[in-house]
């Protein structure tokens, strides 16, 4: 059966006027949206999403992933190159001068990439399709970041984003590789698409073990409902994450999480929720003793690591979560976005962070902060800026082993829009940390400190190292992006 004889006289219409304007678009971000794209998104009755209430949805990522794919049958190659140069120290540690990383110029990449998506309309209300997007490191071409550490975001194909979707008109349904909780979105895109970085603590991305390292996730099932009133949808992401254990070994773990997000009138709003349980250790099986802990409360003091198989019978868990607002006080001119992130980490959570925890006999340590970001255009200049606010870790039971383990980070910039797709920026980011703390650029592999302890940063980037507490990272920078 011809796929066309499937369809309504509308869709056949709108689906015929976006190939005859197939080459009058532009590019929004990554999204292409044609010349009539409004009444391509009004004959989605597929979806049932009106297009205003569809373009309210937005983009569901920081990759700005789009939500229910295109309006017609499409193929598209998109990406984006993010270089500059910019200079990079991190001074002030508490251990004294040798524990600093000294001033240093770099020519970097930021989080560039290369994708493929497509979609196929399959007629009755259904929609397949596809994205597959992989980091690229233009600087190098290799996987090391600034730090020389392996990024694991870039290297290989699908190494940041790769899935498959059915959309039906309730909802739709996608396997693969996706992000989940750390992104904001729409509301607060300064440092995942505007510039080479902002302050990471928007995106749960903490020191000292203490980030909810809940980002891209593997081996993923995802239900994202329609788009209801007001652009409100909700995202409901689970993982198994025990499928590679061993024989004798428990295959409990898993990941669960749930995100809702919408608009009231020029107030976008976001909640998310993400716990990870980690596989149960065996009592028969030796969990790794945590090696010795320096600088507590920025005094010298250690606190002594766990005895292996200490963990026995323990079933390690993470749990994220997030508040985030923003407000359009000047309609696609000007806006403020608010953002509120805590975790909590059980015996040191999921991804590898208790030998970085400033007090790992401590059987639950939270953490928690607000992020304040602002944006607005003058003409063709923007101009960015955002505050973050770290409080000290908290469920310590050594004594002091919290103290000092705050930080506060600012950034400031300016970017020159040249076209939708292309701009120049300049900005400066630093971070001050308590004595007892090490907040760091660690997304998209911003920073040249490689962290001792594998595993316990968002990327795999490194940062700064748990003997390096108390210095202060900063990055000037003048850098441009380009999209396709």
Known sequence: MNRNSRLTPMQRRS????????????????IAISKNMCMALAVAGALAVPATVFAQAKERAAGLEPLGGAATNEMKIYGRVNMGFDNYAATGATAGAAADFKSRARVYDAASRLGFRGTEILGDGLKATFLLESGVNMDTGTQASQSGSTNISTGFLASRIANVSLVFPQGQISFGRTNVWWSNGTIEQIGANYVNTGVSTASGTFGRGMGVGISRVNNLFQYITPVFQGGTYATFSYSPTGEAQKAGQNADGKLLA????????????????????????????????VPAQVNVGGTGVTVPGLAAGALGNVQQTTVGQKLRFGWWYQPRV????????????NYGGTFGGLASNPDPTAKELTQSSWTLSWEHMFGNIQALAQYGKLANVQGCVTARACDNTNATAYMAGVRYVLSKRTWLYATYNTARNGANYNLDYIPGGIT????AVAGTTLSGAGGLPVGSVGADPRVFALGMQHRF
């Open 15 to 30: 689906r015929k006027l976006a190939i005859t304007n197939e080459g009058d678009i532009r590019m929004d971000g990554n």
């Open 258 to 289: 749930v995100s809702v997000e919408g608009s009231l009138s020029q107030l976008d709003w976001g909640v998310d929720l993400a716990k990870a349980y980690g596989n149960t250790f065996s009592a028969a099986q030796p969990s790794p003793a």
């Open 334 to 345: 000007g806006k403020v976005a608010l953002i509120w992130n805590k975790s909590i980490l």
């Open 448 to 451: 040249s400190a490689a962290a």
